[in-house]
């Protein structure tokens, strides 16, 4: 080597040190976040009135909160989730059964997957959604539909299942490599999908994989269904605009624009659910649209059903620091000031009214914020009850395993952050109470 390469090359060397140095400085002077766990500290705060009309007009008839619920939604549009653009509110999907076997789980169910062709057009953005429909049934049947983590084929080691296409976090618990998802990948998810337990119960289940929608990772807009939606020129969303959640919430409706075409389900009968960050897309999707029957947050937390005001748990400016992909640029203003965020979680639970809503936490998940999850829950009681049901059964929260089965659903059960079979088996004694033929 010769002396100037040498000095070339220890100069770089310095300076990649250098940098590194400076990096992990810069990181460390970041404040680390405490998150509060402690009930008296939690603040005083004044919720928005759902039933408050922006024009200082009170709600007092279900035609007004029509009204009402157009201006919510507006809200969450512009400064929470994201406005869906026109082009993709726009788009007509088409749909092709890819794959079918009628003699899935033994027999139980017929398992088949439709691929959604998001724009129509066979080399545009597509998912894939996977079907169990029950085999023993007289009617079309019910459908309890819901995004997964890490593929359809994490849902059940049914080897028929095929791998998603789109990309996959690597890891132990994905089973992917290069971003992709291989034959390891099968049943990674499947504790949380009870797939023969709710066929048996008659219900359908469909399922997307939410990385065929956004890839849930910091640069996942590039691979996502946004950029097929932009204006001629645009080059990232509008500050207004839909991000991952918008994008996964759409996902679902499209899902549902092909259950309605399927004579083997019910479209006027789907439970859509949704666990922790699916669980506010679900929300998200439930509330745009109202073919979604009956609504089922699981341990959502923020930006979910828990109430933003309340400090416990993960916060505003958490979550839009960890993952800034997740809500529009303009919900970030709130990082600071989340007093002056025009609406809170309990007006997001308001726009599934007058359908079926349930609201399930977990004692061990306080990251959530249960009791914000519940109170978030109570204080939509009265749009519910003005709409003439009976809203929410309880005004304290209830103790652990104490389902509350009103109009608006809760359970608090012990354990971690996670989907049970008794989670499910509350929904499904949910759902057969509230979607009964
Ligand atoms: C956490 C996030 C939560 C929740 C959760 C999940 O890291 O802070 O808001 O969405 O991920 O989706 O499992």
Redesign the pocket.
Known sequence: MTTKLFIRRVTIAVMVALLCLSASLAQSQQPQFVPNYDESKVGDYKLPDPLMMASGTRVASARQWRERRQEILRLYETHVYGRTPAAAKAAKATFTETSRDAKALGGLATRKEVTVYLTGKQDGPKMSVLFYIPNQRNQPAPVFIGLN?NGNQAISSDPGISLASSWLRDGKETGAANNRATEKSRGTESSRWPVEMIVKRGYAVATIYNGDLFPDHKDGLRESVIPHFYRSGQTSPDADEWNALGAWAWGLSRAVDAIEKDKDLDAKRIALLG??????GALWAGAQDERFALVISN??????AALARRNYG?TVE??NT??PHWFNANFKKYNKDVASLPVDQHMLLALMAPRPLYVASAEGDQ??DPRGEFLSAKAADPVYRLLRTDGLGATEMPGLHQPVTTTIGHHIRAGK?DVTNYDWEQFMNFADKHLRR
């Open positions: 983590f666990h922790s960050r699916l669980g506010k341990e959502s937390g923020e930006g979910g993960e958490r979550i960890s993952f990251w959530a952050h």
